[in-house]
């Protein structure tokens, strides 16, 4: 259990939170929500690797008792949809805490810092994939010009032909009459 304040004095407590999966899962903006929700004064949270296959958070809250508790309970209760916890500890602090304000500007600042290099890489892939465009798009006009190249030799082919035959039937027919086959 979590040591008692005396009077309206703020609590501070340390939790880790230990599992599998617990990082890159949005579980520091799901504590944090909650923090918020409780109206915690304080709260920081930072991921950290424990060893090879254990992920961890450490959280450092503090607020009034009832909150802190609130906080707690509802930790304990519900996790992200993703996350794989193996274990929740809670104990008393005396660890100086940010404001949650503080906090809350610097996880921006953090979300900016992940979110800058993966527009870069989606800008990146944009040029890969318009590169790949017009490589299409050219290779397209060159089918295209080949089909017309084709169909234009196809075309004075067939018609060299067809005016043979035109040709070697006229002479068959002339042949028909000399010998007296047709009228």
């Not at 409780?38 to 949270?45: D, K, N, T």
């Not at 805490?97 to 892939?125: F, R, T």
């Amino acid at each position: 259990m979590i040591s008692e304040s005396i009077g309206n004095f703020p609590m501070k407590i340390k939790v880790l939170i230990t599992g599998s999966q617990v990082h890159d899962i949005g579980y520091r903006v799901f504590l944090l929500n909650h923090a918020m929700i409780f109206g915690l004064e304080g709260f920081m949270a930072s991921n950290t690797i424990i060893h090879d296959d254990k992920q961890q958070i450490i959280v450092f809250a503090e607020g009034d008792k009832e909150s802190i508790e609130e906080f707690c309970a509802e930790i304990k209760e519900n996790k992200p949809p993703n996350a794989i916890v193996d274990s929740i500890i809670t104990q008393p602090t005396e660890k100086r805490v940010m404001s949650i304000m503080h906090y809350v500007h610097l996880a921006q600042v953090e979300q900016l810092d992940k979110g800058i290099p993966a527009i870069l890489g989606i800008e990146s892939l944009q040029e890969q994939m318009l590169d790949k465009q017009d490589k299409i798009l050219d290779k397209q006009d060159e089918t295209k010009n080949e089909i017309h190249a084709l169909r234009s030799d196809l075309k004075t082919e067939m018609n060299e032909r067809f005016n043979k035959i035109e040709h070697e039937l006229e002479i068959m027919k002339e042949s028909l009459i000399k010998h007296g086959i047709i009228a």
